[in-house]
């Protein structure tokens, strides 16, 4: 039988809180009184999370397991987890129960109520630093003042989404994945809860600043032709002030005035622009390095073990999959 509700957690070296996971999610789900499955999907982790993973699945046949053949990248993860998810709500969930699961009740009722999506608003932050919150709440300034699309402010990835948004996504197989952009994007009902993001159950953050700032750049590239069209803005200002300038040169000259003809002078003009065109040339890179990955078409993941490579015995002895 299809399930109504697909539960999807990224999982990279998690080993501290599959266990917790596992328990909250069922406790949780299982007040919905319907079916359920638990999409976890292993990003190539080098720690015990695979093995608890098996053990898990063995034990619980609504565990759908999707191992990863290497480390793709939480978006990549997730957009595995929506690939094999079945249910006719998505919820999408962190591993390290920072997203407390009794928040998906909360969502599912709003669901019920004709949400096509629903996306959890962070109010308060616990347990981490304050570069983390400070850099995260800059990110999403940016982002919602350059982008196309209005993401709705310190929202993460965790939300619903209805069955019909899930498939729109999933034709949607861009390499430098943004989801909570693309599930703004989508458009549909959509509705937000607020809560508070707890800390880590336990373990650290596979979110170093680099990772996030690749995640800023997708976001910012993915929805926003903005950094292209500075080089325009700041070609016309530079130009400008040029043309400006000229006459005032040509007086000050004519006034015998020794005012800019020293060598510093023309030594910034030229350092300037020189940054100017490189970092132009930077951004056009960012831009066509993507179109690249785009051309190539490799695929977004490669999966070594997926959910039917799992329960095969059982579920034949039993007739489910008749
Ligand atoms: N994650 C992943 N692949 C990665 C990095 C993270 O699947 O390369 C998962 C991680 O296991 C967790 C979720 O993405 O379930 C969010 O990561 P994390 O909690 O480290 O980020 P933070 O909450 O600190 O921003
Ligand atoms: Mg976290």
Not at 14 to 26: K, N, Q, V
Not at 42 to 70: C, H, Q, T
Not at 71 to 91: C, E, K, M, P, W
Request: charged letters at 25%; hydrophobic letters at 45%; glycine letters at 8%.
């Amino acid at each position: 039988m299809e399930p109504t509700f697909s539960i999807i957690a990224p999982i990279y070296n998690e080993e501290c809180c599959l266990d917790e996971l596992h328990r909250r999610i069922s406790e949780v789900m299982d007040q919905t009184h319907e079916p359920w499955e638990l999409v976890l999907v292993n990003d190539g982790s080098r720690d015990a999370s695979p093995e608890i993973i098996r053990r898990l699945a063995a034990s619980d046949k609504r565990i759908r397991p999707v191992m990863f053949a290497r480390n793709f990248g939480h978006q990549i993860a997730v957009t595995a987890g929506l690939d094999y998810s079945r249910g006719q709500a998505v919820v999408i969930i962190d591993a390290d129960l920072q997203d407390p699961p009794e928040v998906i009740l909360e969502m599912i009722a709003k669901w019920r109520e004709g949400a096509e999506v629903v996306f959890a608003v962070r109010a308060e932050r616990e347990g981490e630093s304050w570069f983390k919150k400070f850099t995260a709440s800059l990110f999403y300034r940016i982002i919602y003042s350059i982008t196309d699309v209005k993401i709705p402010l310190d929202s993460g990835d965790f939300r619903l989404m209805d069955r019909k948004v899930v498939n729109v996504m999933n034709s949607m197989r861009e390499h430098h994945r943004f989801l909570r952009g693309m599930s703004a994007w989508v458009g549909f009902n959509q509705v937000g809860v607020t809560y508070n993001r707890a800390a880590r159950f336990g373990g650290e953050t596979k979110y170093p600043f680099k990772k996030m700032f690749k995640l800023a750049l997708n976001a910012i590239t993915g929805f926003s032709y903005f950094p292209l069209q500075l080089a325009t803005y700041v070609g016309f200002i530079t130009a400008g002030l040029a043309i400006l300038a000229i006459p005032v040169v040509a007086v000050l000259r004519a006034m015998q005035s020794q005012a800019f003809f020293g060598q510093a002078s023309t030594l910034l003009a030229v350092l300037f622009l020189g940054g100017v065109q490189l970092i132009s040339l930077g951004i056009l890179g960012e831009y066509i390095g993507r179109i690249y990955d785009e051309v190539k078409g490799r695929p977004l993941y490669i999966v070594s073990q997926k959910p039917d490579d799992f329960h095969t015995d059982e579920t034949k002895l039993t007739g489910e999959n008749l």
